[in-house]
């Protein structure tokens, strides 16, 4: 797409993970405050509408590059040709895979990615801001809960280890290099285009087709394990907050409340007028190992610093991430 004239007042911001959830708001987001936008995507998404559903209501409105987040070139010649103002990085091999498949892949491409945008701003464009989305996975287990910015990191998983590695690069390019980069530690956070494979998705559409009848029953794991959930179009607002704020610091993102995978059950399954018990069946394959101290965010830093809270409950998510789910089948 071939870039317009800005207008000397406009912001310039370019987004990684565009057509994921946080993407996807983000853009809308900073749409509404008069930025221009621009995405890197792989060119199978570019090939493929169902991987740009997220952003089809704003695809006229920003502009698309076709790029691997693998490859330094590449990032270097998109961002010297669109010079922007802030680079939020929110791409990243984002499933938790306890396993420990694929880590080679999953930490070069988290740590690397990170390396060549953080490295680009400083040879092309050094008052360029730029956020990182760290995650809660970078405690993995936790000395207490909560945690706060300066509870020691302990993942256990290579996600969360290469969450961490960019981390601290970050840290190193703020200090050293005099760049306003911030870290995000996002907890949580939900939506109606929140990804299949995540739990909380997975109770949505498993209970939107038993209330339809096309699903019989939901297997799931631990429905005791806790969770700190918040709103995705609120969680975005605060990457753009940290990037406005005076000095560049790290903050933790959440809604400071723990509930658990029955509690998600419950407020679903009533909002449907069903009884999740009749529908719900415990498989030990989906357990996860025990967790001692719950991922849980202490946010009074953000809170205090810059402003921000988390301000949608979860019962509000689940509804209106069902009302969405159903549209699905009304309109087909």
């Known amino acids: 797409m071939v870039k317009q004239n800005k207008t000397s007042s406009q912001n310039v911001a370019l987004i990684t993970g565009i057509t994921g959830q946080d993407g996807s708001y983000l853009a809308e987001f900073l749409l509404s405050k008069g930025y221009e936008i621009h995405g890197i995507v792989r060119r199978e998404s570019i090939e493929d509408e169902e991987k740009l559903n997220n952003i089809k209501n704003i695809k006229e409105s920003i502009f698309l590059h076709e790029g ?110 005099n760049i306003f980069a911030c870290t995000g530690i996002m907890y949580n956070h939900e939506s109606p285009r929140r990804g299949n494979h995540f739990v909380t998705k997975k109770i949505i559409s498993s209970a939107v087709k038993i209330k339809l009848g096309i699903q019989d029953k939901l297997y799931l794991g631990n429905l005791d394990a806790r969770r700190d959930w918040g709103y995705a179009p609120d969680y975005v607002k605060a990457m753009w907050m940290m990037l406005q704020a005076p000095k560049a610091d790290d903050y933790i993102v959440a809604s400071g409340k723990l509930n658990t995978v029955r509690d998600f059950l419950e407020e679903t399954f009533s909002y449907l007028e069903l009884n999740y018990k009749d529908y719900v069946l415990v498989d030990p394959k989906f357990f996860r190992a025990s967790e001692h101290n719950p991922l849980c965010g202490n946010t009074d830093k953000i809170n205090k610093t810059i402003g921000w809270t988390n301000e949608v409950s979860l019962k509000e998510i689940i509804k209106n991430m069902i009302d969405i789910e159903m549209k699905k089948y009304n309109n087909s």
């Open 68 to 177: 691997s987040l693998s490859d330094h070139l590449t990032i270097y010649k998109i961002f010297s040709k669109i010079l922007p103002d802030e680079c939020y990085h929110l791409s990243a091999s984002s499933f938790v895979n306890y396993s420990f498949n694929d880590e080679f892949e999953t930490m070069s491409n988290n740590f690397n990615s990170t390396h060549y945008l953080l490295s680009t701003i400083r040879e092309v464009k050094k008052d360029c801001k730029f956020y990182f989305a760290g995650s809660s996975e970078m405690f993995g287990e936790p000395n207490c809960s909560p945690q706060d910015e300066e509870t020691p990191f302990n993942p256990k998983s290579i996600y969360g280890i290469s969450k961490v590695s960019s981390h601290y690069l970050l840290k190193n390019y703020r200090e050293k290099e």
